[in-house]
Protein backbone atom coordinates (compact mmCIF):
# COMPACT_ATOMS: atom_id res chain seq x y z
CA UNK A 1 0.00 0.00 0.00
CA UNK A 2 1.59 3.48 -0.98
CA UNK A 3 -0.23 4.87 1.99
CA UNK A 4 1.63 3.29 5.13
CA UNK A 5 -0.38 3.37 8.24
CA UNK A 6 2.42 2.96 10.50
CA UNK A 7 5.93 5.94 10.03
CA UNK A 8 8.90 3.46 10.40
CA UNK A 9 12.13 3.95 9.18
CA UNK A 10 14.30 0.99 8.05
CA UNK A 11 17.31 2.70 7.38
CA UNK A 12 20.24 -0.16 8.92
CA UNK A 13 21.98 2.57 9.74
CA UNK A 14 20.93 5.57 11.21
CA UNK A 15 21.47 8.94 12.64
CA UNK A 16 19.89 7.42 16.26
CA UNK A 17 22.05 4.55 15.88
CA UNK A 18 25.60 6.53 14.55
CA UNK A 19 25.14 8.83 17.43
CA UNK A 20 25.62 5.96 20.11
CA UNK A 21 28.88 4.47 17.41
CA UNK A 22 29.99 7.98 17.79
CA UNK A 23 29.45 7.63 21.92
CA UNK A 24 31.07 3.88 22.18
CA UNK A 25 34.16 4.49 20.36
CA UNK A 26 34.70 7.37 22.52
CA UNK A 27 33.96 5.18 25.79
CA UNK A 28 36.50 2.56 23.96
CA UNK A 29 39.23 5.29 23.50
CA UNK A 30 39.08 7.21 26.67
CA UNK A 31 38.78 3.71 28.62
CA UNK A 32 42.01 2.43 26.51
CA UNK A 33 44.34 5.36 27.23
CA UNK A 34 43.32 5.28 30.66
CA UNK A 35 43.82 1.67 31.53
CA UNK A 36 47.13 0.52 32.80
CA UNK A 37 49.12 -1.52 30.60
CA UNK A 38 49.29 -4.50 33.06
CA UNK A 39 45.77 -4.52 33.17
CA UNK A 40 43.95 -7.56 31.75
CA UNK A 41 40.58 -5.83 31.36
CA UNK A 42 38.26 -3.51 32.71
CA UNK A 43 35.42 -2.82 34.32
CA UNK A 44 32.30 -0.74 32.40
CA UNK A 45 28.91 -0.59 33.56
CA UNK A 46 29.40 -4.16 35.02
CA UNK A 47 30.48 -5.20 32.03
CA UNK A 48 34.23 -6.60 32.29
CA UNK A 49 36.57 -5.88 28.86
CA UNK A 50 39.74 -6.95 27.89
CA UNK A 51 41.93 -4.19 27.40
CA UNK A 52 43.33 -5.23 24.41
CA UNK A 53 39.84 -5.56 23.00
CA UNK A 54 39.31 -1.78 23.56
CA UNK A 55 41.69 -1.24 20.90
CA UNK A 56 41.21 -3.92 18.10
CA UNK A 57 37.15 -3.66 18.29
CA UNK A 58 36.66 0.23 17.46
CA UNK A 59 37.27 -1.10 13.96
CA UNK A 60 33.78 -2.79 13.93
CA UNK A 61 32.48 1.16 14.97
CA UNK A 62 34.46 3.11 12.55
CA UNK A 63 32.99 0.88 9.60
CA UNK A 64 29.12 1.27 10.98
CA UNK A 65 30.50 5.33 10.47
CA UNK A 66 32.18 4.77 7.27
CA UNK A 67 29.30 3.09 5.95
CA UNK A 68 26.83 5.26 7.18
CA UNK A 69 29.07 8.54 5.67
CA UNK A 70 29.07 6.79 2.04
CA UNK A 71 25.60 5.71 2.33
CA UNK A 72 24.29 9.64 3.22
CA UNK A 73 26.70 11.00 0.05
CA UNK A 74 25.45 8.41 -2.43
CA UNK A 75 21.95 9.14 -1.40
CA UNK A 76 22.55 13.03 -1.36
CA UNK A 77 24.34 13.35 -4.94
CA UNK A 78 22.15 10.64 -6.32
CA UNK A 79 22.55 9.18 -9.85
CA UNK A 80 25.83 10.26 -11.64
CA UNK A 81 25.20 12.75 -14.31
CA UNK A 82 27.03 13.25 -17.75
CA UNK A 83 28.05 16.80 -17.00
CA UNK A 84 28.50 18.28 -13.14
CA UNK A 85 30.16 21.66 -12.48
CA UNK A 86 31.43 21.84 -8.52
CA UNK A 87 28.77 24.88 -8.24
CA UNK A 88 25.90 22.52 -8.71
CA UNK A 89 27.71 19.29 -7.29
CA UNK A 90 28.29 22.33 -3.68
CA UNK A 91 24.43 22.49 -3.98
CA UNK A 92 23.31 19.32 -3.92
CA UNK A 93 26.04 19.12 -0.63
CA UNK A 94 25.06 22.13 1.33
CA UNK A 95 22.96 21.83 4.22
CA UNK A 96 21.05 24.16 6.01
CA UNK A 97 22.64 23.76 9.67
CA UNK A 98 19.66 24.05 11.61
CA UNK A 99 19.97 20.34 12.89
CA UNK A 100 23.69 19.58 12.98
CA UNK A 101 23.97 19.03 16.71
CA UNK A 102 20.63 17.87 17.60
CA UNK A 103 19.78 14.44 19.75
CA UNK A 104 17.67 11.62 17.49
CA UNK A 105 14.74 9.75 19.28
CA UNK A 106 13.79 6.17 18.11
CA UNK A 107 9.94 6.39 18.46
CA UNK A 108 8.27 2.90 18.05
CA UNK A 109 10.31 2.72 14.57
CA UNK A 110 10.04 6.59 13.25
CA UNK A 111 13.89 8.33 13.69
CA UNK A 112 13.20 12.22 14.23
CA UNK A 113 15.19 14.75 15.99
CA UNK A 114 14.47 15.86 19.30
CA UNK A 115 13.94 18.78 18.97
CA UNK A 116 11.09 18.45 16.49
CA UNK A 117 9.02 16.12 18.54
CA UNK A 118 9.62 18.58 21.33
CA UNK A 119 8.01 21.22 18.86
CA UNK A 120 5.24 18.94 18.56
CA UNK A 121 4.74 18.37 22.35
CA UNK A 122 4.46 21.90 22.85
CA UNK A 123 1.60 22.53 19.97
CA UNK A 124 -0.04 20.00 21.53
CA UNK A 125 0.20 21.48 25.16
CA UNK A 126 -0.53 25.15 23.79
CA UNK A 127 -3.74 23.91 21.80
CA UNK A 128 -2.28 25.03 18.34
CA UNK A 129 -3.01 21.31 17.58
CA UNK A 130 -6.03 19.61 19.09
CA UNK A 131 -6.79 16.90 17.65
CA UNK A 132 -6.03 13.24 16.30
CA UNK A 133 -5.47 14.35 12.53
CA UNK A 134 -3.22 17.53 13.78
CA UNK A 135 -1.04 15.28 15.28
CA UNK A 136 -1.06 12.49 13.18
CA UNK A 137 -0.43 15.12 10.15
CA UNK A 138 2.69 16.88 11.63
CA UNK A 139 3.96 13.20 12.10
CA UNK A 140 4.10 12.49 9.11
CA UNK A 141 5.87 15.41 8.13
CA UNK A 142 8.49 15.02 10.41
CA UNK A 143 8.95 11.78 9.11
CA UNK A 144 8.82 12.61 5.24
CA UNK A 145 11.73 15.32 6.46
CA UNK A 146 13.66 12.64 7.49
CA UNK A 147 16.30 12.29 4.73
CA UNK A 148 16.72 16.50 5.33
CA UNK A 149 16.90 16.24 8.86
CA UNK A 150 19.95 13.39 8.62
CA UNK A 151 21.90 15.41 6.13
CA UNK A 152 21.40 17.89 7.60
CA UNK A 153 22.63 16.41 11.10
CA UNK A 154 25.73 14.70 8.50
CA UNK A 155 26.89 18.02 7.10
CA UNK A 156 27.78 18.52 10.69
CA UNK A 157 29.50 15.53 11.12
CA UNK A 158 31.64 15.87 8.16
CA UNK A 159 32.79 19.56 9.34
CA UNK A 160 33.52 18.35 12.82
CA UNK A 161 35.47 14.76 12.05
CA UNK A 162 36.81 15.27 8.50
CA UNK A 163 37.43 18.97 8.56
CA UNK A 164 35.06 19.10 5.49
CA UNK A 165 34.05 22.11 4.01
CA UNK A 166 30.63 21.28 1.96
CA UNK A 167 30.40 25.18 0.77
CA UNK A 168 33.27 24.02 -1.57
CA UNK A 169 34.19 20.56 -1.25
CA UNK A 170 36.89 19.79 -2.01
CA UNK A 171 36.96 15.81 -4.58
CA UNK A 172 39.69 14.30 -3.02
CA UNK A 173 38.09 14.12 0.39
CA UNK A 174 35.04 13.00 -1.03
CA UNK A 175 36.26 10.21 -3.12
CA UNK A 176 38.09 8.78 -0.37
CA UNK A 177 35.02 8.94 1.78
CA UNK A 178 33.53 6.55 -1.17
CA UNK A 179 36.43 4.35 -1.14
CA UNK A 180 36.16 3.82 2.36
CA UNK A 181 32.44 3.45 2.25
CA UNK A 182 33.62 1.00 -0.67
CA UNK A 183 35.87 -1.05 1.43
CA UNK A 184 33.92 -1.05 4.52
CA UNK A 185 30.47 -2.30 2.92
CA UNK A 186 31.99 -4.98 1.14
CA UNK A 187 34.01 -6.38 4.18
CA UNK A 188 30.67 -6.52 6.19
CA UNK A 189 28.88 -7.94 3.36
CA UNK A 190 31.60 -10.55 3.09
CA UNK A 191 31.08 -11.54 7.08
CA UNK A 192 28.15 -11.33 6.62
CA UNK A 193 28.25 -14.49 3.81
CA UNK A 194 31.11 -16.07 5.87
CA UNK A 195 28.55 -16.26 8.64
CA UNK A 196 25.59 -17.25 6.31
CA UNK A 197 27.47 -20.15 4.60
CA UNK A 198 27.89 -21.58 8.06
CA UNK A 199 23.99 -22.68 7.69
CA UNK A 200 25.37 -25.27 5.55
CA UNK A 201 28.62 -26.46 6.69
CA UNK A 202 28.95 -30.13 8.14
CA UNK A 203 27.60 -29.07 12.02
CA UNK A 204 24.69 -27.77 10.35
CA UNK A 205 23.44 -31.43 8.75
CA UNK A 206 22.73 -32.59 12.77
CA UNK A 207 19.65 -34.54 12.77
CA UNK A 208 19.32 -34.85 8.80
CA UNK A 209 19.70 -38.59 7.33
CA UNK A 210 19.64 -39.95 10.79
CA UNK A 211 18.12 -43.33 9.63
CA UNK A 212 21.08 -43.34 6.59
CA UNK A 213 24.89 -42.95 5.76
CA UNK A 214 26.70 -39.73 5.22
CA UNK A 215 25.28 -39.22 1.25
CA UNK A 216 21.56 -39.85 2.70
CA UNK A 217 22.73 -37.58 5.53
CA UNK A 218 23.83 -34.24 3.15
CA UNK A 219 20.59 -35.33 0.36
CA UNK A 220 18.16 -35.19 2.84
CA UNK A 221 19.81 -31.47 3.96
CA UNK A 222 19.99 -30.55 0.62
CA UNK A 223 16.29 -31.13 0.07
CA UNK A 224 15.59 -29.51 3.11
CA UNK A 225 17.98 -26.40 2.98
CA UNK A 226 19.18 -26.37 -1.11
CA UNK A 227 22.41 -25.37 -1.45
CA UNK A 228 24.15 -21.98 -0.68
CA UNK A 229 24.56 -20.61 -4.93
CA UNK A 230 20.62 -21.07 -4.96
CA UNK A 231 19.80 -19.05 -1.62
CA UNK A 232 18.09 -15.82 -2.40
CA UNK A 233 19.66 -14.01 0.52
CA UNK A 234 23.01 -14.78 -0.11
CA UNK A 235 22.79 -14.39 -3.65
CA UNK A 236 21.67 -11.08 -2.82
CA UNK A 237 24.36 -10.41 -1.06
CA UNK A 238 26.55 -11.30 -4.01
CA UNK A 239 24.47 -9.25 -6.17
CA UNK A 240 25.40 -6.08 -3.41
CA UNK A 241 28.35 -6.67 -3.62
CA UNK A 242 29.20 -6.13 -7.36
CA UNK A 243 26.69 -3.09 -7.09
CA UNK A 244 28.44 -1.44 -4.66
CA UNK A 245 32.25 -2.09 -6.67
CA UNK A 246 30.25 -0.51 -9.76
CA UNK A 247 28.31 2.56 -8.16
CA UNK A 248 32.27 3.25 -6.21
CA UNK A 249 33.40 3.23 -9.64
CA UNK A 250 31.18 5.36 -11.07
CA UNK A 251 31.58 8.14 -8.47
CA UNK A 252 35.23 8.19 -8.24
CA UNK A 253 35.33 8.91 -11.95
CA UNK A 254 32.47 11.35 -11.76
CA UNK A 255 34.10 12.93 -9.07
CA UNK A 256 37.31 12.82 -10.73
CA UNK A 257 36.03 14.97 -13.35
CA UNK A 258 34.42 17.78 -11.79
Same mark, same amino acid.
Given at each position: ?????????????????????????????????????????????????????? *????? +?? &?? @?????? /????? =?????????????????????????????????????????????????????????????????? *????? +?? &?? @?????? /????? =??????????????????????????????????????????????????????????????????????????????????????????????????
Amino acid at each position: DPEKADLINFDFLSPYIIQRVISSLSILTELYEKASKKQESVFYKGIRIKRLML *KSTRK +YY &EM @ALAIFM /GNQLL =KRMGEVEETVSRESLRKKLAGNGSFRSVNWLDLAGMIAPDRVIQALMEDVSSGKIHDLEGVNGRLR *KIHDA +YD &EY @AWDWTT /GLLSE =KYGMDLNDPDMGQLVELISSWESESLKMDRMILNDATKEYDSSSMLGFGIDGDQDVTEQDFRAVRGVPEENKFITGIHKEISEIEKRAAELKAWLGSV
